[in-house]
């Protein structure tokens, strides 16, 4: 048997079903420090990934950064919607602010690469944001992915420095989790499987 069909066991399937989100507010300091981070990201490229486009990069937003994002975000958000209000404003301006690190999973959907489709390319980008989660799990940190308007605006993306053709994937709030995070009902996976049979009996 070779190593890679051999099972590993039990202890996988209890991390990936332990897998849980963070909300940003509860986590803290530390944020995984170089080293760690590059263990996290060393698991998270292991992604599938049609063609070997590597459609993926990072940005690393912490300290100042945050806060200045936060500022950049805000000030779109109103020029975008005047009237949403301060609450709208605070919240855009805090957004970066409340994990001690973000990472910006950038999808590179480069049209060069168009024998692979980009739907595709981008679910390669998706899976690094999971798998970041669940190695940051398991090195004792905490994480959640979170979007948001700012995820999908042009200038948002500007002040990031993306080019034409990047998307923002996610970002990954990342930090030690204050709390337990509280856990919430799963799907049932029996109640979502179905048989497929070519007669659709
Ligand atoms: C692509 C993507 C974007 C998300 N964006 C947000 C978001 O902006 N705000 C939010 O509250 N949850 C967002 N979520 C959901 C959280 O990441 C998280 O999955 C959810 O709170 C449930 O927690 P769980 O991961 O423990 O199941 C997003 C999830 C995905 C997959």
């Not at 509860?26 to 990201?41: I, K, M």
């Not at 990934?49 to 000030?75: I, N, Q, S, W």
């Not at 409340?98 to 168009?114: I, N, R, S």
């Amino acid at each position: 048997m070779t190593d890679i069909a051999k099972p590993i066991g039990d202890g996988a399937l209890a991390a990936l079903d332990a897998r849980r989100s963070v909300p940003a507010r509860q986590l803290a300091e530390p944020a995984p420090d170089d080293a760690a981070l590059l263990r996290l990201l060393r698991s998270a490229v292991r992604v599938p990934d049609h063609g070997k486009r590597v459609p993926f990069r990072f940005l690393r937003v912490r300290g100042a950064a945050r806060d200045a994002l936060g500022e950049r975000v805000a000030a779109i958000g109103r020029r975008l919607r005047p009237d949403a209000g301060q609450a709208a404003f605070d919240k855009d301006r805090q957004r970066f602010s409340h994990a001690p690190l973000v990472l910006v999973v950038v999808a590179v959907l480069d049209p060069a690469d168009a024998a692979i489709p980009e739907q595709e390319r981008l679910m390669t980008a998706g899976c690094v944001c999971f798998a970041l989660l669940q190695a940051a799990q398991a090195l004792g940190y905490g994480g959640s992915w979170l979007t948001g308007w700012p995820a999908f605006d042009r200038e948002v993306m500007d002040a990031l420095r993306l080019g034409p053709d990047e998307r923002i994937a996610g970002f990954v709030h990342l930090g030690t989790p204050r709390i337990e995070a509280p856990e919430r009902e799963r799907p049932d996976p029996a109640a979502l499987l179905r048989e497929w049979s070519p007669d659709g009996a």
